[in-house]
Structure formats: structure tokens, C-alpha cells
């Protein structure tokens, strides 16, 4: 399967696939796979070769686009950021954020003032 990758840049395109869809709440593995013409499976063992875990990807991708949206629109209500980056709710941006910053957003905001 490695020439395979290598040969089609497979795994490029993977990525390429979820840079372009992460903002999609129901994007998951199903649609890259569907995508790609390759199982599921197949898929998370192409990612795993270079090390990157499809879900943390994505929600990685899903948190840097949240910590755009939240440092260009101060004022608008954070669900509606949560969601616009791709997370199903405001819970889910939470628990995200506070995983890569170890600390709550309100906090992130105003130490970044």
C-alpha cells in the first residue's frame, strides 16, 4: 500500500480533503473515504503511517479556525463562532480549546488584550 501512497499522494490528498471540509459539523472519515474511492480503515492507516489521528486533525484545524473567528469578532456570541469553525456546539469548542490552551476562553480573551 505504500507505493500506492506515494504513487497517488494519497495522503496529500487526505489532508487536502479535510483543510477544505473541517468547517462541515458532519464531515467525518465516511466522507473522505466515499471521496477517495478507499475504506475507512484504509484511510486512518494511511494517516496513521504519518502519524496524524483523523480526529485530532480535525478537531486541531476546527480550534485554530475558532481562535481566528474569536480574535476577529469580538462581539459576536460564541456558539455561532463554535459552529462556524466546524463544531457541533459551543461544549464541543470548549473542550477543545481548553485541551490545546489549559485554560477557558474567557481567560484566553482576556490575557490576549
Excluded: P
Aim: aromatic share 14%.
Amino acid at each position: 500500500m505504500s507505493d500506492l501512497i506515494k504513487r497517488n499522494g494519497l495522503f496529500d490528498q487526505i489532508l487536502e480533503i479535510i483543510d477544505n471540509k473541517y468547517k462541515d459539523n458532519d464531515f467525518s472519515l465516511k466522507d473522505i473515504a466515499y471521496k477517495v474511492g478507499f475504506s475507512i480503515k484504509t484511510i486512518q492507516n494511511i494517516l496513521l503511517k504519518y502519524n496524524v489521528k483523523f480526529y485530532s486533525y480535525l478537531q486541531s484545524k476546527r480550534c485554530i479556525e475558532f481562535e481566528y473567528l474569536i480574535s476577529i469578532n469580538k462581539n459576536y456570541n460564541l456558539e455561532y463562532l463554535a459552529v462556524s469553525a466546524g463544531f457541533k456546539n459551543l461544549s464541543a469548542a470548549k473542550r477543545e480549546f481548553n485541551k490545546k490552551h489549559q485554560c477557558t476562553i474567557k481567560n484566553y480573551l482576556v490575557d490576549s488584550k
